[in-house]
Nanobody
Framework: QVQLVESGGGLVQAGGSLRLSCAAS????????MGWFRQAPGKEREFVASISRAGGRTSYADSVKGRFTISRDNAKNTVYLQMSSLEAEDTAVFYC?????????????????WGQGTQVTVSS
């Protein structure tokens, strides 16, 4: 079983930046593809970004391309989401997720374990 713990959320003004972290345990981290998803109030959970096991492949939702960067440090068992040029529409609970699939991509059902989420609030 994989345990995922997100951190780094908070309140930020529009145009600002935040970096989310997700620490993983319970399985060799380099065997896991990782993803970030978010859920805004009244909306369904949506894909944000994903990264392959070694970090060589990434994918982003169109809404965050050019503003968000996903990365990972396999030595620290941690995946990151660097968010810049934040907009009020980015306000959501952000979740990290892990997958044993080679490339789970954007499909939430391809991810096996989820963190508890961290709140990101962007004030306009």
């Amino acid at each position: 079983q994989v345990q995922l713990v997100e951190s780094g959320g908070g309140l930020v003004q529009a145009g600002g930046s935040l970096r989310l972290s997700c620490a993983a345990s319970g399985r060799t981290f380099s065997t896991l593809a990782m993803g970030w998803f978010r859920q805004a109030p009244g909306k369904e959970r949506e894909f944000v970004a994903s990264i392959s096991r070694a970090g060589g492949r990434t994918s982003y939702a169109d809404s965050v391309k050019g503003r968000f960067t996903i990365s990972r440090d396999n030595a620290k068992n941690t995946v990151y989401l660097q968010m810049s040029s934040l907009e009020a529409e980015d306000t959501a609970v952000f979740y990290c997720a892990s997958s044993t699939a080679f490339w789970p991509g954007s499909a939430a059902e391809s991810y096996d374990y989820w963190g508890q989420g961290t709140q990101v609030t962007v004030s306009s």
